[in-house]
DNA sequence: AAATCGCCCAACCGCGCAGCG
DNA sequence: CCGCTGCGCGGTTGGGCGATT
């Protein structure tokens, strides 16, 4: 397939009835890229680095503003990237690790993720607040546009097996595991913290009833992270747990206290029965379907 | 089969900062 | 010092698409 020049994808920005005239009278083109754009836009930094990137529309290149072509490039035109490639588990800790330490810097948090852009990651992690934001809305039993599951039929639930539950080691059982896989053991201890992150959802406290305790493996000590930061400053705490906002004036570490006096749901550690979980979406746990065998006994 | 919902992601927008004249 | 310009970053939006109803 032959790729046009620049001057065709001029001409044809020429014909079409959206263009927006920049500035100087000059048209912009806003939009998805073609192919040809990216060749030239691949040309461009090839011979001049990625950089000058107003020059591109200035010389004619492109009808793009630089900021459009700098975009496209970090984006989706950078070598290296894992377009198309979610989130494995280890990199989702270290947004999750990294955003509770350097807060909403995703360029900076991008940078220790090998092929991701903080495009990337600032999309992670906005879907993960947006489900997380949607878990800890009160459910109307009319109006909640998902499932229900409280309220259908056990037959229909997605059962978790018991099992997958039990693998979960607790944060201080964990470092006493002879296997010593750091790997795995920087994961599951994460990822539980993040479960307690999702699982803080006030709807669940009131739907539970009171013989569906939440074993205490899956709410780890926040103060005994054993996560290897690399030389970083090790997180005082994930910032969702610290923003009151979801809560109402009291953090997530409030009602966490709340939780933990007598009689509170968080005081025993018995085994968690399936019911509790049926309240969650089965993708939630995920994580612990990833954990190796080795952490079965 | 059609409608609706929810998620993902590419791309744009606005703002702040740095460099330069 | 001030204004202009380019660049980088974080926030937001809108479309595509698969899943569900």
Known sequence: MKLR??????????????????????????????????????????????????????????????KSCRLRWVNKLRPNLKTGCKFSAEEETVVIELQAQF??????????????????????????????ERMLQKPSPSSSS??????????QIPHRPPQVVEQVPA??????????????????EVKAEEATQ????????ESCSSDHTFSQVLLPDVSHN???????????MCHDLLDPEPFGDATFL????????????????SIPTNAFFEDFPCDLFDYFEDLPNSLDK
């Open 254 to 269: 409030d009602l966490f206290e709340q939780h933990k006096k007598p009689g509170g749901i968080f005081q025993t550690s």
């Open 103 to 132: 807060g909403n810097k995703w360029a900076k948090i991008a940078t220790y993720l090998e092929g991701r852009t903080d495009n990337d990651v600032k999309n992670f992690w906005s879907s993960r607040r947006k489900r997380l």
């Open 198 to 205: 999702l699982d803080m959802v006030p709807s669940s406290f």
């Open 5 to 66: 020049d620049s001057s065709e994808i001029f001409a044809e920005e020429e014909d079409d009835g959206e263009r927006e005239f920049g500035g100087r009278g000059t048209y912009i083109k806003k939009g998805p890229w073609s192919a040809e754009e990216d060749e030239i836009l691949m040309k461009h930094v090839k011979k001049n680095g990625p950089r000058d990137w107003s020059s591109i529309r200035s010389k004619g290149l492109l009808p793009r503003t630089g």
């Open 226 to 236: 054993q996560v290897d930061y690399g030389g970083l400053l090790p997180p005082p």
């Open 171 to 188: 944060s201080n059982q964990v470092e006493q595991n002879p296997s010593g896989n750091n790997k795995c053991h920087h994961v599951v």
């Open 146 to 155: 998902k499932p229900n599951y409280k309220n259908k039929a056990t037959s």
